[in-house]
């Protein structure tokens, strides 16, 4: 089947948005007398739902971990969230997916109001519609997201594709039961990296370059094809 809808994840895939999320995190961390960590495990921090991350990487109980999530947010809306940049060619990548008529929307585990005000300043709104993120509370999961991008668009799941950077992307196409689309140059998976994954693999990217050709050439490939 043609991929005729793509479902972007946002940080690490649209926005290197390392700085603001890692400033916001040690603020929060600080703030609320947990230690420092390594740049390396800091990381980490980036993709996930940020309770989870106080969770696995200083213990935190659901108390505590919303509690830093709040901390976060706080200072992340007013004094960083705007620390990012956009992926070099990802604009070209929606250029071209704009003119093979393939729709884009973005399904993001980052705050949905947050995410939004990144996506407009950087002129993501252009190109994707829907877009959507998480709750306050991370009650919805990554699969919710992308399905809720999938029903208004009104896209048949087999011809949608999601590209995301991270394990979490490739489950949440795993249970919405979606195509992925792995990319490399974001924040979880490496170039020439393995990647185990149960979803259905479209194909592995080392740039929004080549993102673009793997949707293309499969569209050109498909039996289906108009």
Do not use: W
């Amino acid at each position: 089947m043609k991929i005729r809808n793509v479902i972007f994840d946002l940080d690490g895939t649209l926005l290197d948005t390392t700085d603001g999320i890692l400033e916001s995190a040690a603020y929060a961390a600080r703030k609320l007398g947990y230690p420092e960590l390594p740049r390396e495990t800091m990381l980490k921090f980036i993709g996930p739902p940020i309770q989870r991350s106080f969770r696995e990487h200083y213990g935190a109980t659901e108390k505590q971990a919303q509690a830093a999530a709040n901390v976060f947010r706080d200072y992340y809306k007013t004094r960083a969230l705007l620390k990012a940049t956009p992926y070099e060619g990802i604009y070209s990548l929606c250029e071209t997916l704009k003119e093979h008529g393939i729709r884009m929307a973005v399904a993001t585990y980052k705050r949905e109001d947050y995410a939004l005000d990144l996506l407009k300043h950087y002129g993501f709104d252009r190109y994707c519609d829907p877009m959507h993120g998480a709750d306050n509370n991370n009650v919805l999961k990554k699969e919710d997201i992308v399905e809720m991008c999938i029903r208004e668009m009104g896209a048949g799941k087999e011809a949608c594709v999601l590209i995301g950077d991270t394990e979490h992307d490739a489950a949440g196409a795993q249970k919405a039961e979606i195509p992925f689309l792995a990319v490399t140059y974001g924040f979880g998976y490496r170039p020439g990296e393995a990647i185990r994954t149960d979803c259905i693999l479209l194909g592995i990217a080392d740039s929004p370059e080549e993102a673009g050709r793997v949707i293309l050439q499969h569209n050109e490939n498909d039996p289906d094809a108009d």
